[in-house]
Nanobody
Framework: QVQLVESGGGLVQAGGSLRLSCVAS????????MGWFRQAPGKEREFVAA????????YYAESVKGRFTISRDNAKNTVYLQMNSLKPEDTAIYYC?????????????????WGQGTQVTVSS
């Protein structure tokens, strides 16, 4: 079992930055690939970014490439999402998730555990 708790969301003006954190419980954090997804009102949950077990491989949605950076600190059981140059269309609830197999990292169904989400609101 892995429990995930996100933090760092909030209200920011367009062009601003936020850093999201996701802390995992348990001693097997380094066994999981980690992902960030987001869901805006009335829309499906969509992939944002993912990182491999070791942190050596990262993946991004085209819409955030060059603006967002995913990273992890296995010693702290934490994964981060640094979000720069934020746009109003980035407004959503952001979720972190843990994936034991990395067989389908771009799809929500590929993940085994989810956090409760943190709201990010970008004003224009």
């Amino acid at each position: 079992q892995v429990q995930l708790v996100e933090s760092g969301g909030g209200l920011v003006q367009a062009g601003g930055s936020l850093r999201l954190s996701c802390v995992a419980s348990g001693r097997t954090f380094s066994s999981y690939a980690m992902g960030w997804f987001r869901q805006a009102p009335g829309k499906e949950r969509e992939f944002v970014a993912a990182i491999s077990w070791s942190g050596g491989s990262t993946y991004y949605a085209e819409s955030v490439k060059g603006r967002f950076t995913i990273s992890r600190d296995n010693a702290k059981n934490t994964v981060y999402l640094q979000m720069n140059s934020l746009k109003p269309e980035d407004t959503a609830i952001y979720y972190c998730a843990a994936d034991a197999t990395m067989k389908s990292i771009f799809r929500p169904l590929g993940y085994d555990y989810w956090g409760q989400g943190t709201q990010v609101t970008v004003s224009s």
